[in-house]
């Protein structure tokens, strides 16, 4: 019989204490012990260590991207359509995000109390050192350019000055927001992980229109009917569409498995799926809302997805030396 | 500098590189590695590690499996059917009893650690500030500073650097080698190099380790060992390491990156990728209210 290290044979407990963390053993381990060191490296056990990132975290790319790109469209609403009821409908989605964005940040981290220290500095070169301040710069401009918004709604004729402000405001947080919604993807894919870093450039697009498509689905879901939404939503179908497309077809061997099997791969999948074909067949037949929930959800599921092919991957060595030896 | 200086040899003096802001290393030669693991014992006896498991792999004596927040050095165990330079005697050289043909077979120790890398993907992704550049050329967690955001974690091409769930009061929760400070900042040498009793591990001022290296492979190739070189990225974004080692055959055989690279080296295609997006973002929307 074959010795394994795995939970059916040593038991859950002895296999947690083997490791405090899952360094789940990929399926090479039979072919590392049969000598087939090229393949599998080091008995199959992975090269780079797994994200620690828990559900906070792809919860936070989902409403980072909805709450981003929705003070994107209130910026349009508010420059070009001139309509108040529906930038301020925009805004407080954004103002919401704006909340939930640091608390869910903070939560994830191993010392909560110290999510100020992100302030600290600020380095170009590191992703979540810029990323902090687009969190910080957009709920600094979305939150006041909220109550800017409640404000100029509730006066019977709102003064220039209020005019302005609300107006810079909003543009102020359109500005950081689509950076928030697009920012995430730079995060996973300058990494070291193989299945985020392989498509370090298609994650932003895709990233970007999710949080656009999201943004357009729950103003639509919020009652809001306006014409320029169901465009929106069009365009974000299509980017979705190209993008499973471009995954689907990717040829990157190994390194491919995370984003079409297992738990990954079907939230991936999924996700591609309801973003894609199934929010535009029912756009297309007519059933708006129904569409703008299966968009969000598919975004939802895209989110975890990708959260989940980062452990998917760094577990595998194979893929890490494949990223090398291309 | 040279094998078998015993207590006068660099493991074991006094030294004075953190004050001379010297940059120092380690070397690991695993021609010279026993396996006896008392530079893991070491490590996390001086630096009060927790213990992290005692569960059993069933692939090889190596119980340990990675480095991790609780593993600050690793011995490897590898096993391969290939020939362990001009060994003669021994029943694992090629020849069996009865005169057959039997495969070659040798055993190679290697004690892995942070590699304190010249690029360090670890200390460019830390967005607190936490991880910094020693006086000594290392890369050091200040645990007074680190919030724990595990960024470092997925930034390090070597699998180094890992969050512990609990952290030490007062620490954020990122840990790895510390290249033993404490004990340089008063002159001693790291606790894994003053325990190692085959100098495997060996301690010393960067460029010197670096010309011994050198020597020792071609002392090994001389003695048979063709396969033995120098694991050192230098050529790629890593630009080098500072705990280099030398290794038999391939490097991946022993669970390092055979070319491994610095995150940072997808900032530039990742950033264009996401400004476009967001220009994009922006274009739709207007576009979309002004035409309809």
Redesign the interface.
């Known amino acids: 019989m074959a010795?394994?290290?795995d939970e059916r044979e040593?038991g859950p407990r002895?296999?947690a204490?083997?490791?405090?963390?899952d360094?789940a053993l990929p399926t090479t381990?039979a072919e590392?012990?049969a000598?087939d060191?090229?393949e599998a490296?080091?008995?199959g056990?992975?090269?780079?260590?797994?994200?620690?990132?828990t559900w906070q975290i792809p919860t936070y790319f989902f409403i980072g991207g909805l709450s981003g790109?929705a003070a994107?469209?209130a910026?349009?609403?508010l420059?070009?359509?001139g309509d108040p009821a529906l930038v301020t409908a925009a805004m407080a989605l954004a103002g919401v995000g704006a909340v939930l964005a640091p608390v869910l940040l903070a939560w994830?981290?191993?010392?909560p109390a110290?999510?100020l220290?992100?302030l600290?500095?600020f380095?170009w070169?590191?992703?979540?050192?810029v990323g902090?301040w687009i969190v910080t710069c957009f709920g600094a401009a979305a939150l006041p350019a909220l109550a800017l918004c409640l404000l100029y709604d509730a006066a019977a004729s709102p003064s220039a000055v209020l005019t302005v402000l609300r107006a810079a405001a909003v543009a102020g947080a359109?500005l950081f927001g689509?950076?928030l919604?697009?920012?995430t993807?730079?995060?996973?894919?300058?990494?070291?992980?193989p299945a985020?870093?392989v498509h370090?450039?298609?994650?932003?697009?895709h990233?970007?229109?999710a949080?656009?498509g999201s943004a357009a689905a729950a103003l639509e879901l919020l009652g809001a009917s306006?014409?320029?939404?169901?465009?929106?939503a069009y365009?974000a179908i299509a980017v979705e569409i190209a993008v499973a497309l471009r995954l689907e077809l990717a040829h990157h061997g190994v390194i491919d498995r995370p984003t079409r099997h297992g738990k990954s791969g079907w939230l991936i999948r999924s996700g591609g799926l309801a973003t894609g074909p199934l929010a535009l067949l029912l756009r297309l037949v007519g059933w708006r809302e129904l569409s703008a929930l299966a968009f969000l959800l598919g975004a939802a599921l895209s989110r975890f997805g990708w959260h989940a092919a980062?452990p998917a991957s760094?577990n595998d060595?194979r893929a890490?030396?494949a990223l090398?030896?291309r | 500098m040279s094998i078998g200086d015993g207590p006068s040899g660099p493991n074991q003096r006094q030294h004075d590189a953190m004050e001379a802001g010297r940059t120092v290393g380690f070397f690991t030669d695993p021609t010279l590695c026993i396996g006896c693991k008392a530079c893991e014992v070491a490590c996390k006896e001086w630096n009060q590690v927790p213990a992290?498991?005692?569960?059993?792999?069933?692939?090889?004596y190596?119980?340990t499996?990675?480095l991790?927040?609780?593993t600050w050095r690793h011995v490897?165990f590898?096993e391969?059917?290939l020939p362990r330079g001009h060994q003669l005697a021994g029943p694992m050289t090629g020849e069996a009893d009865d005169g057959g043909a039997e495969p070659a077979f040798r055993w190679v120790f290697l004690s892995d650690v942070c590699k304190h890398c010249e690029v360090a993907?670890c200390l460019?992704?830390?967005?607190?500030?936490?991880i910094i550049r020693t006086d000594a050329g290392t890369v050091f967690v200040q645990d007074d500073?680190?919030?724990?955001?595990?960024?470092c974690?997925?930034?390090?091409?070597?699998?180094?650097?890992?969050?512990?769930?609990d952290?030490l009061p007062g620490?954020?929760?990122?840990y790895k080698c510390t290249f033993c400070h404490d004990r340089q900042a008063v002159g001693d040498t790291p606790a894994c190099a003053k325990a190692c009793p085959t100098e495997s591990i060996l301690f010393g001022p960067l460029d010197d380790l670096r010309a011994h290296a050198r020597r020792r492979v071609e002392q090994l190739r001389d003695q048979g060992f063709e396969d033995a070189q120098l694991y050192d990225p230098a050529q790629t974004s890593v630009r080098g390491t500072h705990a280099f080692s030398l290794v038999l055959g391939?490097p991946?055989?022993?669970?390092?990156?055979?070319?491994?690279?610095v995150?940072?080296v997808?900032?530039r295609?990742?950033?264009?990728?996401?400004?476009?997006?967001?220009?994009?973002?922006?274009a739709?929307?207007?576009a979309?209210?002004?035409?309809?």
């Open positions: 010795i394994t290290y040593l002895a296999a204490e083997a490791k405090p963390r360094h381990q590392a012990i000598g060191h090229d490296g080091y008995y056990l992975p090269i780079v260590l797994p994200p620690v990132w790109m994107v469209l910026c349009a609403a420059f070009v359509a994830d981290l191993g010392r110290r999510f220290y992100m600290r500095v380095k070169r590191s992703p979540m050192s902090s359109a689509a950076l919604a697009t920012y993807a730079v995060l996973i894919g300058a990494t070291v992980i985020w870093s370090r450039t298609l994650l932003p697009v990233f970007g229109a949080g656009l306006h014409p320029a939404l169901n465009a929106v365009v980062g760094a060595p890490t030396l090398q030896r | 992290d498991g005692t569960g059993f792999t069933g692939h090889s190596d119980h499996s990675h991790g927040a609780s490897k590898v391969q059917d993907g460019e992704a830390c967005p607190t500030g936490a500073v680190c919030n724990g955001c595990g960024y974690v997925v930034s390090c091409p070597f699998g180094v650097i890992d969050r512990r769930d952290p620490a954020g929760g990122a391939d991946a055989a022993c669970g390092l990156p055979p070319r491994p690279q995150p940072t997808h900032l295609p990742a950033w264009t990728s996401a400004l476009l997006t967001a220009a994009a973002g922006w739709v929307a207007f979309a209210f002004a035409l309809l």
